[in-house]
């Protein structure tokens, strides 16, 4: 069964610093592409950025918001993904969720972890 | 603004059948498949439709989806009160070099 459990979310002061850890499980973890997405109190759903998998040399893309300031990278011998956010905003308080992509080819989102909020306020 | 375009709400009776729409551009679902995920209250989204039309194994056959050039739709038929969540459509967009959600759908079961 495809489990992912996200950690590290919590408050922070605007300008300040957080990372977001993601505990994937039950399936071959560097096969397949992994997404952030965020959705902010109250609102919609909205793609952070992803990381290839090892067949794809691991790189990354990155929604226009947060480029330059959040790096995605994951730890494939641990299993988990992560989400380092720098020069947090309060626009970026929301909850952020792991997930997953549908196989290893097709690339869309296919599974979601239970998400974890990080609040930034001052 | 979303890229994609639905309308933010619908509702229908049980027993109806509902249509929910997605719109965007050649970049997006003139080029890509869509996907459809259900939100229900207080919970994570799920996964309803994959590929434009494919339903993973679990969700009921009255969710279908479909795609003609630019435009998506979800459809759902019998319509039962479990139902009553947010629907999000979701492509990848060349031009953004991004994924790309509709801003959501909310679903009143009357």
């Known amino acids: 069964e495809v489990q992912l459990v996200e950690s590290g979310g919590g408050s922070v002061q605007p300008g300040g610093s957080l990372r977001l850890s993601c505990a994937a499980s039950g399936f071959t973890f560097s096969d397949y592409y992994m997404d952030w997405v965020r959705q902010a109190p109250g609102k919609g759903l909205e793609w952070v950025g992803r990381?290839?998998?090892?067949?794809?040399?691991?790189?990354?893309e990155y929604a226009a918001p947060v480029k330059g300031r959040f790096t995605i990278s994951r730890g494939d011998s641990q299993n988990s993904l992560y989400l380092q956010m720098n020069s947090l905003k309060t626009e970026d308080t929301a909850v952020y969720y792991c997930?997953?992509?549908?196989?290893?080819?097709?690339?869309?989102?296919?599974?979601w972890g239970q998400g974890t909020l990080v609040t930034v306020s001052s | 603004q979303s890229v994609l375009t639905q309308p933010p709400s619908a509702s229908g009776t049980p027993g109806q059948s509902v249509t929910i729409s997605c719109s965007g551009v050649s970049s997006n679902i003139g080029s890509y498949t869509v996907n459809w995920y259900q939100q229900l209250p207080g919970t994570a989204p799920k996964l309803l439709i994959y590929s434009n039309d494919q339903r993973p194994s679990g969700v009921p056959d009255r969710f279908s989806g479909s795609k003609s050039g630019t435009s998506a739709s979800l459809a759902i038929s019998g319509l039962q009160s479990e139902d009553e969540a947010d629907y999000y459509c979701a492509a990848w967009d060349d031009s953004l070099n991004g994924r790309m959600f509709g801003g959501g759908t909310k679903l009143t079961v009357l």
């Open positions: 997930t997953r992509s549908i196989t290893t080819t097709t690339r869309g989102i296919g599974y």
């Open positions: 990381t290839r998998n090892r067949a794809n040399s691991y790189t990354t």
